[in-house]
T-cell receptor, first 114, second 109 residues
């Protein structure tokens, strides 16, 4: 079956702009979580969504937001981009938060802010 | 607060040598512990989880609650084991992971 798909794979934006990243989970998976990966901070949790509801949010400013649609696809948005937002953004999908099954990661979206 | 520590950024061993990647965590309850691996140009993927108590690609990891550790071990390293390894902690009822900073394993021929 198809894996977790993230689009676009690469993105270059200018400071002050906003950006929307997309994540399509594995078919049947209803839980999606997002992570920011940087060389300095490593992998940091951004949000978790299940059944269109945000269940958890990491310690990121309000410029970072997300949502999940009825088909479980998820988007994250970053407004007023800063240079420090340059990172690899990963999403992970699983059947549900309580299923204790494996979480599968996408290949990520590489965001560069100039 | 939950925290996962991987003290080694880089670990270099020769092929056939034993390898141990260290992971310590801080959490007062009973978390789930995982090892994820990222091979060059590939996505992050699950290697093993403590509740499975299985060996994957010759790797094993034992949860030591007394020492709050979940070290990854393999008796004989192979060149194809070269990758980035992340230890992660998850709390029940959440699809949310706390990751360590990762250890790059380099297996030399």
């Amino acid at each position: 079956k198809a894996g977790v798909t993230q689009t676009p794979r690469y993105l270059i934006k200018t400071r002050g702009q906003q950006v929307t990243l997309s994540c399509s989970p594995i078919s049947g998976h209803r839980s999606v979580s997002w992570y920011q990966q940087t060389p300095g901070q490593g992998l940091q949790f951004l949000f978790e969504y299940f059944s269109e509801t945000q269940r958890n949010k990491g310690n990121f400013p309000g410029r970072f937001s997300g949502r999940q649609f009825s088909n479980s696809r998820s988007e994250m948005n970053v407004s007023t981009l800063e240079l420090g937002d340059s990172a690899l953004y990963l999403c992970a999908s699983s059947l549900s938060p309580v299923s204790r099954t494996e979480a599968f990661f996408g290949q990520g979206t590489r965001l560069t802010v100039v | 607060a939950q925290r996962v520590t991987q003290p080694e950024k880089l670990l270099s061993v020769f092929k056939g040598a034993p390898v141990e990647l260290k992971c310590n965590y801080s959490y007062s309850g009973s978390p789930e512990l995982f090892w994820y691996v990222q091979y060059s140009r590939q996505r992050l993927q699950l290697l093993l989880r403590h509740i499975s108590r299985e060996s994957i690609k010759g790797f094993t990891a034992d949860l030591n609650k007394g020492e709050t550790s979940f070290h990854l071990k393999k008796p004989f390293a192979q060149e194809e084991d070269s990758a980035m390894y992340y230890c992660a902690l998850s709390l029940y009822n959440f699809n949310k992971f706390y990751f360590g900073s990762g250890t790059k394993l380099n297996v030399k021929p």
